[in-house]
């Protein structure tokens, strides 16, 4: 079964700190994707990044970061230089590129930048 | 293009009624699947379906019915609401290429 847990959930900073939400995941699959969703508070979700199970490299975008251990079954995503805008539920997901495809979420990490 | 939508927004239900939640999309897309958001336990999945005239179970299929006649459209219905079923539910969909899911903007039912 595939399971995705991430351990955090609420992280509390104060604007300009670096902030790193984690992510573990659990599955069989050799191939699979992670993805990273954002909720802000209007309740939408918003899709971050992909990353393919066979693309270790870790991505930069802007302020935001990506590091994928497969080693570890991690997928952690960085926040640098937190803004107010920020402040929303971040939720990892693992999708299988095999039969129903199905995504599965962590709990959601809730993320509050204080001014 | 719209994206995914869903209506309604928002929907107040009495135990026992039943409804239907709408979801469609003007992508083209193959893969549509509908989630349910409770606090703290993230989105699971309740229906999807890889094409028109192919549906199945999710994580959590008791108490709803889907169908999927056309590629657009994907609803969900309720058969008979329960306090059980108030959560946020969310559609998404996805081409077949296997990439990221698109989401709607998600439907707010309270069941008293």
């Known amino acids: 079964a595939q399971k995705v847990t991430q351990a955090q959930t609420e992280i509390s900073v104060v604007e300009k700190e670096d902030v790193t939400l984690d992510c573990v995941y659990e599955?069989?699959?050799?191939?699979?994707?992670l993805f990273w969703y954002k909720q802000p508070p209007s309740g939408e979700l918003v899709f971050l990044i992909r990353?393919?199970?066979?693309?270790?490299q870790n991505e930069i975008s802007g302020r935001y970061s990506w590091n994928f251990q497969k080693s570890t079954s991690s997928f952690n995503f960085t926040i640098t230089a937190s803004q107010v805008v920020d402040s929303a539920v971040y939720f990892c997901?693992?999708?299988?590129?095999?039969?129903?495809?199905?995504?599965?979420f962590g709990q959601g990490t809730r993320l509050t930048i204080n001014p | 293009n719209a994206g995914v939508t869903q209506t309604p927004k928002f929907q107040v239900l009495k135990t026992g009624q039943s409804m239907t939640l709408q979801c469609a999309q003007d992508?083209?897309?193959?893969?549509m699947s509908w989630y349910r958001q409770d606090p703290g336990m993230g989105l699971r999945l309740i229906h999807y379906?890889?094409?028109?005239?192919?549906?199945d179970q999710g994580e959590v299929p008791n108490g709803y019915n889907v169908s999927r006649s056309t590629t657009e459209d994907f609803p969900l219905r309720l058969l008979s609401a329960a306090p059980s079923q108030t959560s946020v539910y969310f559609c998404?969909?996805?081409?077949?290429?296997?990439?990221?899911?698109?989401f709607g903007p998600g439907t707010r039912l309270t069941v008293t």
């Open positions: 998404a969909s996805s081409p077949p290429t296997r990439s990221e899911q698109y």
């Open positions: 599955t069989r699959d050799t191939t699979y994707y």
């Open positions: 990353r393919n199970s066979f693309d270790e």
């Open positions: 997901a693992l999708r299988s590129v095999q039969g129903a495809q199905k995504l599965v």
């Open positions: 992508m083209n897309h193959e893969y």
């Open positions: 379906s890889v094409g028109a005239g192919i549906t």
